[in-house]
């Protein structure tokens, strides 16, 4: 009697390889995009967190909840007779504002400069007030030689 040993069956079989292939290939997918789709999330969640400070410190740089007067400046300081300056003023959270001496018209405003041409020396005053009717004042001079 010859020895007649078969052949594994499975080496006859080529779907049995492929299919396990398969089956391990998709699952080494399925992990790679799982693992990479929580990562992007984690990147988007601390994306977000520092937008969110960034925006809350924008908040507070333009003077947050508060009634203040942000700034109020004169470039240059001072002028020759004849010459332009801008007059330059911020407020936040004010209801009102006005320049005395009165200039070009005036509103509340994070950052506005006006253009002005004072023939003398000239003090200006900016008033601001909330709608709570809480007034705050700023002064400057603008010298002319």
Known sequence: MAD???PFAGFRNPLLYTSVLMLVVL???GITFL???QQNRELEEQAKAKQRQQDSQSVENLGGDR???LNFYAL???IHRGDEAQLCYGVS???TIKIDPPVESVWPS????LNISPKKDTTYTLTAQDAAGNSKTASLTLQVR
Do not use: D, T
Not at 110 to 113: A, D, S, V
């Open 27 to 29: 699952i080494y997918l």
């Open 35 to 37: 693992s990479r789709r």
């Open 76 to 78: 240059p300081g001072v």
């Open 4 to 6: 007649e040993s078969k």
């Open 110 to 113: 994070l950052n506005r400069c």
């Open 93 to 95: 959270n004010a209801k």
């Open 67 to 69: 009634f203040e007067i």
